[in-house]
């Protein structure tokens, strides 16, 4: 259902800036905006919960599948060409750790085509980023239904840290 207005009383750049909320039925609320990656020859892994870093083929495309709950300080993915993570939770564990790294949720890097995460949900006490992406191949990334939960600093004076 498109958002509707009186558009003829708008000049121009009002139009083009003007903002329509509505209430999503259930059925539209289930259509994403964006569809995952089209893949061939796709790669399927089932990520385990005894690693936490992936370094993936740059030609290759990849499904990949998480545990019911990966709990491991995060989860990073290098390198593939287009990347699908749909569904999961990564819940981050207090580690007592004061760098970041273990304290990620999620971090993308060097995709060559597209990565596609949808309804994954990022949370645990020792939370201290949800999602970090470094994209050197200018790779698409496309988030959708992410939970983030409660993100902390381990310094709440200066965030020397990490600032959430």
């Given at each position: 259902m498109p958002c509707q207005s009186n558009r003829s009383s708008l000049s121009?750049?009002?139009?083009?800036?003007?903002?329509c909320f509505m209430v999503a039925s259930p059925a539209a609320a289930q259509q994403l905006t964006w569809s995952p990656p089209q893949m061939t020859g796709a790669t399927t892994i089932r990520l385990t919960t005894d690693r936490t870093r992936y370094v993936l083929e740059p030609s290759v495309d990849y499904i990949l599948k998480l545990p019911d709950v990966y709990a491991r300080g995060g989860l990073t993915i290098?390198?593939?060409?287009?990347?699908?993570?749909?569904?999961?939770?990564?819940w981050v564990p207090e580690t007592g750790a004061t760098?970041?790294?273990p304290r990620r949720g999620l971090l993308?890097?060097?995709?060559?085509?597209?990565?596609?995460?949808?309804?994954?949900?990022?949370?645990?006490?020792?939370?201290?980023?949800?999602?970090?992406?470094?994209?050197?191949?200018?790779?698409?990334?496309?988030l959708q239904r992410i939970f983030v939960g409660h993100v902390r600093a381990r310094d709440t004076v200066g965030f020397t840290d990490n600032h959430p």
């Open positions: 121009r750049a009002t139009a083009l800036a003007f903002l290098q390198g593939g060409r287009n990347v699908t993570l749909i569904g999961g939770h990564i760098e970041v790294g993308l890097l060097d995709q060559r085509g597209k990565i596609h995460v949808e309804g994954v949900q990022i949370d645990g006490p020792g939370l201290s980023e949800g999602i970090q992406m470094g994209q050197t191949y200018g790779a698409t990334v496309q």
